[in-house]
């Protein structure tokens, strides 16, 4: 359990040590459904963090780590982990019949408009390109049950009229998608 800031962990750069710990150092993570961060949009890296904080969005972890922060230490640490790279696509074989019926589902609810055509994301979109699958799967899951609340309500309309088996398609594209 990760419960307070260890003593030292008053600069910006022992804070980012603390949050690479989980998230990966080099922007991808190793962890099972913590996502990697890596090229994430600054923005929308300082709204979550921000939603975290105000437990706008519920996880334990990360409301804990983000409960002492001002807006200034938010900013800090989104502009420092924007910038770490992008996490490169899952590899080993790839199922094209999978991949194809995921492009079509993309292609039907433009996911590729708000997310953009290579799916970095930008502004408050997030990245989703080489995200990890496990991650993508709860994540697409808790906008369609309703347990996590998101900055607008673009996610919800979209998930709504997704099945599970779809859900798993598309995640397991976005993690390989190159
Ligand atoms: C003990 C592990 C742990 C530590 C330390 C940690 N995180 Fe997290 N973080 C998580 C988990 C788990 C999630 C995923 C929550 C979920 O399932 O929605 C997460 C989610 C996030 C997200 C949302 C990403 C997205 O794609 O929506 C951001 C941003 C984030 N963390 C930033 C940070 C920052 C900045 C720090 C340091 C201040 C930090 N984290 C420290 C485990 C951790
Ligand atoms: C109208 C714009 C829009 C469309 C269309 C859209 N998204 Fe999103 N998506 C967003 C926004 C905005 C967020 C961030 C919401 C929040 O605050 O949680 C997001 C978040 C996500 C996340 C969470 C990522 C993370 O790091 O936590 C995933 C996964 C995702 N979208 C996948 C998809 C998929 C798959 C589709 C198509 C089936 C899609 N999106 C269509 C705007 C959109």
């Known amino acids: 359990m990760v419960s307070a800031w260890p003593a030292s962990a008053d600069t910006l750069e022992a804070r980012v ?3 690479l710990a989980c998230h990966g150092e080099n922007g991808q993570s ?8 890596g090229a994430q949009p600054a923005f ?3 709204i979550q963090l921000f939603m975290f904080r105000e437990k706008m969005r519920v996880v334990d972890v990360m409301n804990r780590m983000t409960q002492e922060l001002s807006d200034n230490d938010l900013r800090g640490l989104a502009d420092t982990i ?9 590899g080993g074989p790839v199922d094209p019949a ?11 609810h433009r996911c590729n408009f708000c997310h953009k055509r290579d799916y970095s994301g ?7 390109a080489g995200q990890r699958e496990d991650y993508l799967v709860k994540a697409l899951r808790e906008y369609k049950d309703n347990s996590r609340r998101a900055y607008d309500a673009s996610m919800a309309d979209v998930l709504y009229l997704l099945t599970d088996g779809q859900i798993l398609d598309l995640a397991y594209f976005l993690a390989r998608v190159r």
């Open 17 to 19: 040590t603390a949050c």
């Open 82 to 90: 924007a910038k770490l790279p992008s996490p490169p696509p899952a």
């Open 44 to 46: 929308y890296l300082l």
């Open 122 to 128: 930008e502004e408050s979109v997030p990245r989703l």
């Open 30 to 37: 190793a962890l099972p459904e913590v996502p990697s961060l």
């Open 98 to 108: 999978r991949m194809e019926r995921a492009r079509a589902l993309i292609e039907q």
